[in-house]
């Protein structure tokens, strides 16, 4: 039994029909793909593992990536030109995007300028070195929006890495949580790998993305091993990510 479970599994090998609901595929406007070539290769090479639906989630993020619907929708319909080109007729992309809680993003909730996630999820981040100070006002006002808050990438928060009591009360307040599948590896380092480990056992994880903004990044997610207990704890989530968008 114990040799069952410590043995190792590819991580993309369950990932055919995947929809992924995180990633930085649209060209040119933020630091994910540089042009529409790039975006191409991209989904090109999540084909190669069985991935064909995305739903594109570039940065929203004020004074660094100051997207909104209409430069958003742009890239989208650019790609989708450069894939009738192609003749990539199976590939499904969807646009959302990835916002970050800053000093301005309760403004643009105010005005509509968000993008959600299949109609009434919104992606947010923080950012990696401190909490936003307005987090919790602003998940109140996306509540009232009426709308559910996912939190991206909740393990590569370090400054949560030894507060489990703000995770939890995060949860208790409706925040859904989606985990990086390239954090089941050391890519983002050995303590994300143990937070995303962490997040998983407990149950705390809704939905997994891959956050794939390179080549490079879906290279060394294709090379991500992970053993057969942890494969279990993350099939349903992959399959409720599948359900529910």
């Known amino acids: 039994m114990f040799d069952f479970f410590k043995k190792k599994n590819f991580l993309v090998d369950y990932l055919e029909g995947f929809i992924d609901i ?8 933020d630091d994910g793909s540089k042009n529409v070539d790039e975006s191409i ?3 090109q090479g999540f084909g190669e593992i069985g991935v064909t639906d995305f739903i594109a989630t570039p940065h929203i993020m004020n004074n660094y990536y100051p997207n909104d619907p209409k430069s958003i929708k742009e890239a989208l319909i650019v790609v989708k030109n450069e894939l009738i080109q192609h003749k990539l007729k199976d590939v499904s ?3 959302a995007a990835e916002h970050m809680i800053d000093d301005n993003f309760e403004a643009i909730l105010e005005r509509d300028e968000i993008m959600p996630l299949g109609g009434n999820y919104l992606l947010v981040e923080m950012s ?6 307005n987090f919790e006002e602003a998940l109140e006002k996306i509540r009232q929006k009426g709308y559910f808050t996912i ?3 909740p393990e590569r928060y370090l400054y949560l890495h030894s507060k489990m009591g703000f995770h939890k009360a995060y949860k208790k307040q409706g925040v859904l949580y989606q985990l990086n599948l390239l954090s089941l590896s050391k890519y983002y380092g050995k303590e994300v790998q143990q937070m995303a480990m962490k997040l998983l056992s407990k149950g705390l994880i809704d939905f997994a993305a891959t956050d794939v903004h390179n080549k490079r990044q ?3 997610l294709k090379e991500v091993q992970v053993d057969t207990k942890t494969m279990e704890l993350l099939k349903p989530i992959l399959l409720k990510t599948n359900n529910s968008f």
């Open 41 to 43: 290769e991209l989904i």
């Open 218 to 220: 879906l290279n060394s």
């Open 128 to 133: 990696y070195l401190q909490a936003s100070i």
């Open 22 to 29: 995180h990633n930085h595929i649209l060209p040119g406007i």
């Open 151 to 153: 939190l991206a990438h």
């Open 93 to 95: 992309i969807r646009a």
